[in-house]
């Protein structure tokens, strides 16, 4: 017996139509054949859902990375931007405050020379161009220390002390000095292991035999070069009175005593400290440059003691301008130094304890 495949009815097994519906009753072979047809359809139906969505996945994983290499790229730049402006905004800060400690160390310096009266005109300057700086209380301190002592300084002090000072020769004066002479000079300082720019000329004068005597210091140390009646150089003599130079022959090695330029500058500011130390307080004190009066001082080194010779324009209690002549001994010890001996006006100071 078979079954209409419509309707449901039971129906003879030799029957090709359905006697209740009048529907066509389907063959075994024919019903597994369209069966398999079905089967087939929603097969490739069902591989090409899955082909869709593979793709659609690939499509979307590859939309994914273009958003993250867009949003990589974005935070990239970011950070580059802000790292610019940062760059742009330090760079004048960190100009200023170069500038800042530039001036604040040349009100240093003046007041290491005792120059108070231009020290407390640019400390007004620094306070004016520099509000906020770290140093302004410390300048601010300072300007009301040295305010009274300003007032109280003689008439003309500082160039009644300036005019004692010897002073380097100048462009013109060079000029004016036979070209030979000075070739003479450099030839021989260059052979003593001298720097033709620290070489300062002093004066080119004539003693009693008519020779010619060109003075000029080296790193603090006073040297005099003797020429004949020929204008031919004959020696260079130190402030000891020693040849280091003769007949174009190094005689002694000017660095077993002269001391290297930075440490002549660091000399001075002690030999300053010191000196100041033996006078009362309040007073302002004037001591020759050390580079542009090098004259005024002598520097020699003997075995790590260092003498230092010089001299000090001060006011005293009584507001008189006074001049003293001192002498300073010095030991290297370690980075520092021992003061062995200080001598003013040729007695011995007994204000500081060795």
Known sequence: MKTCNICKTVVRDDANFCTFCGSKIQTLEELINEKRSELNIKEGDLDCDINNKTNSSQKQD????????INFLILVGSLIFLLLITLISFIPNAKDNKDTHKDYEVIQEQIDKNDYQGAYENIDKFLQEHENSKYNEELIKIKEDISDKINDLPKDFNN??????????????KKSIDENILNQLYDATTKL??????????????????????????????????YDNNDSLVYIKNSENDKVYENGQVIIDVGSFIVSHEEMINLSKVSKMIVNLVHKEPTISK????????????????DNVITITSNVFYVNDHSVSVRENFKIVLRREGEGYKLLDLIINGVKSREILY
Request: aromatic share 12%; net charge negative.
């Open 62 to 69: 590859e939309e994914k990375q273009e958003r993250d290499k």
């Open 160 to 173: 009644e002390s300036d005019n004692n000072y010897v002073s380097l020769m100048d462009e013109e004066d």
């Open 193 to 226: 292991n001298m720097d033709k720019d620290r070489v300062k000329l002093i004066s080119l004068t004539t003693n009693s035999k008519g020779e010619d005597i060109f003075s000029f210091s080296y790193n603090g140390h006073k040297f005099n070069a003797t």
């Open 287 to 302: 001591f020759p440059d050390i580079n542009e009066n090098q004259y005024d001082w002598n520097i020699i080194c003997k």
